[in-house]
C-alpha cells in the first residue's frame, strides 16, 4: 500500500469507527431507555410495578394507542401527517356501535364495514392532498372536522348505550380475551407490527414511500407514481384506524362521540420519537412499537407513583417536541454521514488509483 493510500484510508477508518458507535447508539438507543425505565420502576415499586397483572394491564391500555401509531407511520413514510387520525376513531368506534345497537347489524358486518369506510376515509384524504394540492396539515383536519360533524350527527350529541342485553360476547372479546396469559391486543399489535415491517422494509411499496419522503422530485424523476402511492399510505393508514375504532368500542362498549382527539396526540408521539429508532431519520414499525412501550411504561410508572391528572398531557406534550426534535436531528445526521460516507469512498478510491510515492 502506497503512503498515500495509507493516508487517504486512515481518516475514512476512523470515520467509520465513529459512524459505528454512533450507529449503534441512535438504533438501539431508544430500546436500551425502555429498558432501563422499566428497571428504574422496579425498584422504585418493587411490589406493584414488576407483576403480571401490571404488565398485563400496560398491554391492553396501551394497544389502542400502539395501533393508532403504527397507523400514523406508514404516511409519515411519505413526508404526510394525517390529523384526522383521532376524529376518524371517535367516528369509527361510535358507527360499530351504532349499526350493532340501533340498526340491529350482525357485529361482524358492522365491524367490517367501518373498516372498509376507513379506508374509502383514507383515500378521500389522499385524493385531496395530492390531486386538489391541499397540504396535508389543511386538509386533514379539515376532512377530521367534517368527520367530528358526522360522529355527532349520529349520535345527536348523546351517547349510544346498548340495551338491557348489553353487547354480543363475542364482539367484546375482541378485546376483552386473553391468549396465552396476555390480553389479545397485545398480539394484534405485534402482528401488526410484522406486517408493517415487511411492507415498509421489504416490498417495493415501502421502498416507494420511504424514496417519496426524502425526495418527492427524485421519485418523480426515476418513474415512482408519487400521487398514487401517497393515497395508497392514507387509505392504509384509515384502514388501521378503522381496525382501531373496532377495538375501541369493544372495549369501551358505549358510543362517547369526543373520546378519539385523546389518542391523536400520543399516536404522533409515538411516530415520530420512533423515526428515531431501529431506522434512525424515517418512520418504521419497530421504532413505533419501542417508542410505546418506552411511552407506556413511563406514563404507567408516574401514574403509580402518585402523579396529578395533568401529568399524562404534560408527558405526552414534553416527548412530543423531543420526538420532533430528534427525529430532525436524526434524518439530518442521516444524511451528513451517507455524504460523508461517499465523499471519503470517493477520495479514497481516488487516492489508491493516482497515489503519487
Not at 183 to 192: D, R, T
Not at 241 to 247: D, E, M
Not at 256 to 279: M, Q, W
Request: aromatic content about 10%; charged content about 10%.
Amino acid at each position: 500500500m502506497s503512503p498515500s493510500s495509507s493516508r487517504l484510508t486512515r481518516p475514512a477508518q476512523r470515520h467509520g469507527h465513529r459512524r459505528g458507535h454512533g450507529h449503534f447508539i441512535g438504533t438501539y438507543g431508544l430500546l436500551a431507555l425502555t429498558v432501563l425505565l422499566f428497571l428504574l420502576f422496579t425498584v422504585l415499586l418493587p411490589d406493584t410495578f414488576p407483576t403480571l397483572d401490571n404488565v398485563s394491564s400496560i398491554l391492553s391500555n396501551q394497544s389502542i394507542p400502539a395501533i393508532l401509531a403504527l397507523g400514523v407511520t406508514v404516511p409519515i413514510a411519505s413526508g404526510k401527517f394525517d390529523l384526522s387520525i383521532g376524529y376518524g376513531l371517535g367516528l369509527a368506534h361510535v358507527l360499530v356501535l351504532f349499526l350493532i345497537v340501533e340498526k340491529g347489524w350482525p357485529w361482524p358486518l358492522a365491524c367490517l364495514t367501518v373498516v372498509l369506510g376507513g379506508t374509502l376515509a383514507g383515500a378521500v384524504n389522499g385524493v385531496i392532498v395530492e390531486f386538489a394540492r391541499i397540504d396535508a396539515f389543511i386538509a386533514t383536519l379539515g376532512t377530521g372536522s367534517i368527520m367530528y360533524a358526522i360522529t355527532g350527527w349520529i349520535t345527536d350529541g348523546g351517547r349510544i348505550v346498548p340495551g338491557p342485553d348489553g353487547l354480543p360476547a363475542a364482539f367484546t372479546d375482541l378485546y376483552d380475551a386473553r391468549f396465552l396469559g396476555l390480553p389479545v391486543p397485545a398480539f394484534y399489535v405485534l402482528g401488526l407490527v410484522i406486517v408493517l415491517w415487511l411492507v415498509l422494509e421489504r416490498l417495493p411499496f415501502g421502498r416507494y414511500l420511504y424514496v417519496i419522503g426524502s425526495n418527492p422530485r427524485a421519485a418523480e424523476i426515476i418513474g415512482i407514481p408519487t400521487h398514487r402511492y401517497c393515497v395508497y399510505a392514507f387509505a392504509c393508514s384509515s384502514t388501521i384506524v378503522g381496525f382501531a375504532g373496532v377495538l375501541l368500542a369493544a372495549q369501551q362498549q358505549i358510543g362517547n362521540p369526543s373520546v378519539g382527539l385523546d389518542y391523536l396526540l400520543p399516536a404522533f408521539v409515538g411516530a415520530l420519537l420512533g423515526s428515531t429508532a431501529i431506522r434512525p431519520g424515517r418512520a418504521n414499525a419497530i421504532g413505533t412499537l419501542v417508542a410505546v412501550a418506552v411511552l407506556a411504561i413511563g406514563l404507567a410508572g408516574i401514574g403509580q407513583l402518585g402523579a396529578q391528572f395533568w401529568a399524562t398531557p404534560l408527558f405526552n406534550g414534553c416527548t412530543l417536541l423531543i420526538a420532533v426534535g430528534l427525529a430532525g436531528y436524526s434524518a439530518r445526521r442521516r444524511l451528513r454521514t451517507d455524504a460523508v460516507a461517499t465523499a471519503d469512498d470517493d477520495g479514497t478510491s481516488t487516492g489508491t488509483g493516482t497515489g503519487t510515492p
